[in-house]
């Protein structure tokens, strides 16, 4: 079952905006576009093997996962010792995140909430980390940025790590 959550409603937001919105999430409730990315190695396995690599960054510590979509950055933090995860999506595939979640045996580690997080309350006050993979085409197309900095602005913890895990991309171009 679900956790019970709490969702706000936005009043101030137009029509027009819920709809581009609604169409942005559904987006990403289609699997191929999750395929695609866990199927991007170098994208998968660099989270993997820095969250890995530095567990003790983890170890025992309330890790917040926003945009989790499948939820394998949730399930990386898990493994690397996490007391708690808790991830959020607003797709549907927090549906089938949480199945993955329970396939793997992390049902009691791992929290997955389906909602905005502009939108949801957290079943805690505050966490140590935010880990996102947040970083699109052209570092910014998901649109996943302002979630991550309200996330970090709400529930980062005094003294939490860093601002969120990546700290700080690296754009190369070409002319």
């Known amino acids: 079952m679900p956790p019970k959550i709490s969702v706000k409603a936005d009043k101030d937001k137009?029509?027009?905006e819920e709809e581009e919105l609604d169409y942005y999430f559904k987006s990403y409730s289609h699997y191929s576009i999750h395929e695609s990315m866990l199927k991007d190695y170098i994208r998968t396995e660099s989270y993997r093997d820095f969250i890995l690599k530095n567990a003790e960054l983890?170890?025992?510590?309330?890790?917040?996962?926003?945009?989790c979509g499948t939820?394998?950055?949730?399930?990386?933090?898990?493994?690397?010792g996490a007391k708690k995860v808790i991830g959020i999506d607003a797709s549907h595939v927090a549906e089938k995140a949480r199945e993955i979640v329970k396939l793997n045996g992390y049902e009691n580690v791992i929290t997955i909430i389906k909602g905005k997080?502009?939108?949801?309350v957290l079943p805690v006050d505050k966490?140590?980390?935010i880990i996102s993979e947040w970083m699109g085409y052209f570092l910014l197309y998901e649109s996943m940025l302002d979630s991550v900095l309200f996330a970090r602005d709400k529930y980062l913890a005094p003294g939490g790590r860093g601002n969120s895990l990546p700290i700080h991309p690296t754009f190369l171009s070409s002319p």
């Open 117 to 120: 997080m502009e939108e949801v």
């Open 58 to 67: 983890f170890k025992d510590k309330v890790v917040l996962d926003v945009g």
């Open 14 to 16: 137009s029509k027009e």
């Open 71 to 80: 939820s394998i950055l949730s399930l990386f933090a898990a493994k690397a």
């Open 127 to 129: 966490v140590d980390i």
